[in-house]
């Protein structure tokens, strides 16, 4: 079992449309990432988490301690949301553990 | 305030030979860390750096290695080189404090054939 597990693998959307993603994991966190990957491999961080919540722009992220839980929204969701969206987990100073990543495409 | 700076953008070299790939932090940020991204196995940690110490290592064979100089900046080696280390290589840098989570650079496309 991963230690961390990402649903759904695969997101389809109408522009507009709320979106969550959900991530699970197993070990002990010093903190949460989300991160953005667009097609060319960029990566961009969007939150740090080690408790409650937080929102930047559209963009809304949550974290259950207790649960070992923590989703990401996007409300109104546009076509350059399309991207893929990866939860990592930070253990030991500054060592990344991986989900598998949320592909998202979002239609006009 | 430039970002993450990886070099080079491609490479494509031959199995057996080694390869060195290059990170400069963000000013400022004394840890870098290394992962590795491939279709089947996704993202993957390295090694990270801080202060020219290696803190933490994943679970990669000795060919793989690092180092970080006096300035922050970074180096990754990999030796004898195998089809299956074709890969993205993506480096963070990151704050003392970590305030504002990591930085990635755009990466390094390593093709080995």
């Known amino acids: 079992k991963n230690e961390v597990e990402q649903s759904p693998q695969n997101l389809t959307a109408q522009e507009g449309e709320f979106i969550t993603i959900n991530c699970s994991y197993s070990?002990?966190?010093?903190?949460l990432h989300w991160l953005q990957q667009h097609p060319g491999g960029g990566i961009v961080s969007l939150f740090m988490l080690s408790s409650g919540k937080k929102k930047h722009g559209r963009l809304i992220a949550t974290i259950n301690i207790q649960e070992k839980h923590s989703s990401l929204h996007i409300t109104a969701s546009h076509p350059r949301d399309s991207a893929v969206y990866i939860c990592a987990v930070q253990i030991n100073t500054d060592k990344l553990i991986f989900g598998t990543g949320t592909r998202l495409q979002v239609f006009p | 305030k430039a970002g993450v700076t990886q070099t080079p953008r491609y490479l494509i070299k031959t199995r057996g030979q080694q390869v060195t790939l290059s990170c400069s932090p963000i000013?400022?940020?004394?840890?870098v860390s290394w992962y590795q991204q491939t279709p089947g196995q996704g993202l993957q940690f390295l090694f990270e750096?801080?202060?020219?110490?290696?803190?933490n290592k994943g679970n990669f064979p000795g060919r793989f290695s690092g180092r970080q100089f006096s300035n922050s900046r970074s180096e990754m080696n990999v030796s004898t080189l195998e089809l299956g280390d074709s890969a993205l290589y993506l480096c963070a840098s990151s704050s003392p404090d970590r305030a504002y989570g990591y930085t990635f650079g755009s990466g390094t496309r390593l093709t080995v054939v």
């Open positions: 070990v002990g966190i010093s903190a």
């Open positions: 750096y801080f202060s020219e110490t290696q803190r």
């Open positions: 000013s400022g940020h004394r840890s």
